[in-house]
């Protein structure tokens, strides 16, 4: 049997750490951050325990890489909806929304993010955050900003400060809410990205929850490009 070549090595490595960053999100949503062990996620992912100290330092690191993804993933689907649009107030009501939603939808997960945030490691840069970064000043640029190194930071700080508050144990508060204070600060129209539906308990008028298993695809053929 001959070897096989460099190329089909990378797309296998590449299938490998898909599965991990898509467990890692999906047992940390269910149990928590301290309940969910690297064993556990090599088990949920299908592959050798080894593999998750190959690819990632540390749990911590796994998780927020793979908390990146879906985040930038979750905007990126959300700037690029039909009907497409490069209007600036538009998208940025769709990134506000995008990422409340997570909040929203993903409670466990999105207090888990944000608590790891405040660890002493802290913050831990990775390529999926860098893209997550990229769409968020490439939306404030389109949204008129002539700073956009000054501005994109108050943005992100905004939406964290928002996600913090609509997940925070015993005292959350609703994404309505924080989504208006958030339209007011941008001078965005209520009826841009997706409004909350009236007859709802906070949802929005599309599904209630994302789909996370598009954004680790290992198939090339549905991968998001």
Request: glycine residues 8%; proline residues 6%.
């Amino acid at each position: 049997m001959s070897p096989r070549s460099a190329l089909v090595n990378e797309e296998l490595r590449r299938r490998s750490k898909e599965r991990l960053l898509h467990a890692a999100v999906e047992l940390v949503d269910e149990r928590g951050y301290e309940a969910t062990t690297l064993g556990d996620i090599a088990d949920r992912a299908g592959s050798a325990r080894g593999l998750v100290s190959y690819y990632f330092p540390g749990k911590r690191q796994l998780v927020q890489s793979a908390v990146h993804r879906l985040m930038h993933r979750t905007l990126e689907e959300a700037l690029e909806r039909e009907p497409r649009t490069d209007d600036g107030g538009e998208r940025m009501a769709r990134a506000i929304d995008a990422i409340l939603g997570l909040a929203r939808d993903r409670p466990v997960l999105m207090r888990q993010h944000m608590a790891g945030l405040l660890q002493a490691e802290g913050f831990l840069p990775c390529p999926e955050q860098r893209r997550l970064a990229e769409l968020l000043s490439d939306t404030v640029a389109r949204h008129g900003s002539r700073d956009v190194e000054s501005d994109y930071p108050i943005l992100r700080a905004l939406l964290m400060g928002a996600v913090y508050a609509a997940v925070m144990p015993g005292a959350p508060m609703s994404v309505p809410m924080l989504r208006a204070e958030l339209f007011k600060r941008y001078r965005l129209d209520w009826e841009m990205g997706v409004p909350p539906d009236p007859g709802g308990t906070g949802g929005t008028k599309e599904k209630d929850r994302t789909d996370m298993a598009r954004f680790f695809a290992t198939d090339p053929e549905t991968q998001s490009k």
